[in-house]
Nanobody, 125 residues
Framework: VQLQASGGGLVQAGGSLRLSCVVS????????VGWFRQAPGKEREFVAA????????YYEDFAKGRFTVSRDNAKNTVYLQMNSLKPEDTALYYC???????????????????WGQGTQVTVSS
């Protein structure tokens, strides 16, 4: 398993969850680790991401101020801390790795080569 996401669950509105994504050592030189989500009947959308080198972070507008991406280098793990959760945050959340390429469009899922299995986040009102 090259990417393993975990940490989803059921939480009330206003609550918090922390998702984890373990990046296998067999994925060499990733450019970006991203988080995406897909709600039933909707397209997959970008949530947040972090540059593997340097740690620069990116957030979709709905995630700014509520979600935080961080990384534990020793554990090769990237986290998505989600606070002030809303019912509209309910979705299957995926972590993904974008390899080093000439062009990296962080917000587009097309460039991500490796995908985790997804972890369900359900926010009740």
């Amino acid at each position: 398993v090259q990417l393993q996401a975990s940490g989803g669950g059921l939480v009330q509105a206003g609550g918090s969850l922390r998702l984890s994504c373990v990046v296998s050592e067999f994925i060499s030189s990733p450019a970006v680790v991203g988080w995406f989500r897909q709600a039933p009947g909707k397209e997959r959308e970008f949530v947040a991401a972090m540059r593997w080198i340097g740690g620069h972070t990116y957030y979709e507008d709905f995630a700014k101020g509520r979600f935080t991406v961080s990384r534990d280098n020793a554990k090769n793990t990237v986290y998505l801390q989600m606070n002030s959760l809303k019912p509209e945050d309910t979705a299957l959340y995926y972590c993904a790795v974008h390899p080093q390429t000439a062009t990296v469009i962080v917000e587009s899922s097309r460039g991500y080569l490796y995908w985790g299995q997804g972890t369900q986040v359900t926010v009740s009102s």
